[in-house]
């Protein structure tokens, strides 16, 4: 599994007025490594973000499959 980078970020444009950082607190990751993610550095399967992103999916009854590809 990874992350829909495309996806998460308009979801941070939308609901985080497009600060990664507070979506990275919001899902307990590093803010630095997060934003290494969002830009292609780092890879998008890291377990502990996808775990972070379907996490705040549950919380906030978002749809998982439209932030995580299986």
């Known amino acids: 599994m990874k992350i829909n980078v495309q996806a998460v970020k308009e979801l941070i444009k939308e609901k985080f007025r497009n600060n990664q950082t507070w979506f990275a607190?919001?899902?307990e990751i590093d803010a630095h490594y997060f934003g290494q993610i969002l830009l292609?550095?780092?890879s998008a399967t890291s377990p502990k973000a996808c775990r972070g992103v379907i996490d705040y999916c549950k919380k906030n009854n978002l749809e998982i499959n439209d932030f995580i590809i299986f």
């Open 25 to 27: 607190e919001e899902i």
């Open 40 to 42: 292609g550095n780092k």
